[in-house]
């Protein structure tokens, strides 16, 4: 389905552009103060407006609530809580005064990273693009055994969240689909495949729709209430 400049893709109900990456427009950090971008229908029938609305950490705290885990629902309950910061002081054991910038890189693509049902490999590749990103920030980038460790302690430091993980791939094994907290299906034939590759991959994005659809879902919802 197209929407002006963007396509929203049918498996996931994600937007996306043909060119590029929605995600990819420029931040306050790599763009000029004062200034900014926008996308709109070249040949629109009306008079277009644009609205630019967001919510904070949608994923994260889809992520907290569905596993339950406690120190992450405590963050966001706090008004002073620092996602991020937590996640430093309980994967890492690292006081938040003590975080640098490259732990908080650390800890931020651990916090996506875990909601997405991503790997090792998966962080160290989203660790090395921020690295190209912000290299004024001096990013080291870890190597792939020291991502797989990392992950290995994110899940130990919330073993709520790795149960819950558990019990959706099984469920979705059973039924063959995945189902967003709004009941919205994505069938994951891959999920009983004899190829394990096959397997691990439709049993991340089995994870990754019940967040990153729930997600989507809420957006599109609160858009409509917008419009």
């Not at 405590?74 to 910038?101: C, L, S, W």
């Not at 650390?106 to 998966?122: C, D, P």
Request: aromatic fraction near 8%.
């Amino acid at each position: 389905t197209r929407i002006g400049g963007l396509f929203i893709l049918r498996s996931t109900r994600r937007l996306y552009r043909q060119v590029g990456s929605a995600a990819r427009i420029p931040t306050a950090r790599t763009y000029p103060r004062g200034k900014g971008t926008c996308s709109l229908p070249s040949q629109a029938p009306f008079k277009p407006r644009l609205w630019n609305a967001d919510y904070s950490q949608l994923e994260l705290r889809i992520f907290a609530s569905v596993t339950g885990t406690r120190w992450m629902i405590e963050t966001y309950m706090d008004p002073n809580g620092d996602i991020h910061a937590a996640t430093g002081e309980r994967v890492f054991g690292i006081p938040k005064a003590q975080q640098t910038p490259t732990m908080r890189v650390k800890a931020k693509t651990l916090n996506f990273g875990m909601a997405y049902g991503a790997e090792g490999e998966n962080v160290e590749e989203q660790i090395m693009t921020n690295a190209l990103r912000y290299p004024e920030l001096e990013i080291r980038v870890p190597s792939l055994q020291e991502c797989k460790d990392m992950v290995k302690q994110f899940w130990r430091a919330a073993p709520e969240a790795m149960e819950w993980k558990n019990a959706v791939v099984e469920i979705v094994r059973e039924r063959g689909f995945s189902e967003t907290l709004y009941g919205r299906r994505r069938y994951l034939p891959h999920i009983r495949s004899g190829n394990s590759e096959l397997r691990s991959h439709a049993a991340r994005q089995a994870v990754n729709h019940v967040i990153q659809g729930t997600a989507a879902d809420i957006i599109k919802m609160a858009a409509l209430l917008i419009y």
